[in-house]
T-cell receptor, first 115, second 112 residues
Framework: SQTIHQWPATLVQPVGSPLSLECTVE??????LYWYRQAAGRGLQLLFY??????ISSEVPQNLSASRPQDRQFILSSKKLLLSDSGFYLC??????????????FGEGSWLTVV | EDQVTQSPEALRLQEGESSSLNCSYT??????LFWYRQDPGKGPEFLFT???AGEEKEKERLKATLTKKESFLHITAPKPEDSATYLC?????????????FGQGTILTVHP
């Protein structure tokens, strides 16, 4: 079966500090990978998606970047955090690449508080 | 622009009191409507995918239905462990891979 691991689970970072959130998927190959953010209002916003190594698309302009150095590894980064970067970050994956109604599965999430 | 609206925002039920959650959507060429359950501090857990009007899916006390404009999540004889936030999302035809548009969710609380 497939599993998705995301870490760290929680972190508190000062404004202006760097960020690195990591995510790995096990039990599948060539997954689509995603980073979502869930703000206090509960809605999920897609930040980045990737269909392959070094193939990353950004959905919204922001203070964050993403990288995919290996097939099943996805990293969310920032060089300098802003207060507005606080939120619940979710890594997710899906099985197919054809853009059909395939299911997206989420990790457990990372709580980021910027102080 | 694709839009998803869920109602009510919050729903309180007594154990055994059946009810329904609503998800209204506006999308160009629906390629899938998804229901997720999210417990506090956790990632969303997949429940159902519906693809076409008239389709229904069931899992334990939950049943999801789909029309051309909305989806319902029916909860029959709920138990306290059904308490969670229920999220609805849609994927439109021609969208980027994995671009789901989510609603704000319905917070369900079931009292014993």
């Amino acid at each position: 079966s497939q599993t998705i691991h995301q870490w760290p689970a929680t972190l508190v970072q000062p404004v202006g500090s760097p960020l690195s959130l990591e995510c790995t998927v096990e039990g599948t190959s060539n997954p689509n990978l995603y980073w979502y953010r869930q703000a206090a209002g509960r809605g999920l916003q897609l930040l980045f998606y990737s269909i392959g190594i070094d193939q990353i698309s950004s959905e919204v302009p922001q203070n964050l970047s993403a990288s995919r150095p290996q097939d099943r590894q996805f990293i969310l980064s920032s060089k300098k955090l802003l207060l507005s970067d606080s939120g619940f970050y979710l890594c997710a994956w899906s099985r197919f690449r054809d853009g059909s109604g395939n299911t997206i599965y989420f990790g457990e999430g990372s709580w980021l508080t910027v102080v | 622009e694709d839009q998803v609206t869920q109602s009510p925002e919050a729903l309180r039920l007594q154990e055994g009191e059946s009810s329904s959650l609503n998800c209204s959507y506006t999308v160009s060429g629906l390629r899938g409507l998804f229901w997720y359950r999210q417990d506090p501090g956790k990632g969303p857990e997949f429940l159902f995918t519906l693809y076409s009007a008239g389709e229904e899916k069931e899992k334990e006390r939950l049943k999801a239905t789909l029309t051309k404009k909305e989806s319902f999540l029916h909860i029959t004889a709920p138990k306290p462990e059904d308490s969670a936030t229920y999220l609805c999302a849609v994927r439109a035809g021609g969208t980027s891979y994995g671009k789901l548009t989510f609603g704000q969710g319905t917070i369900l609380t079931v009292h014993p």
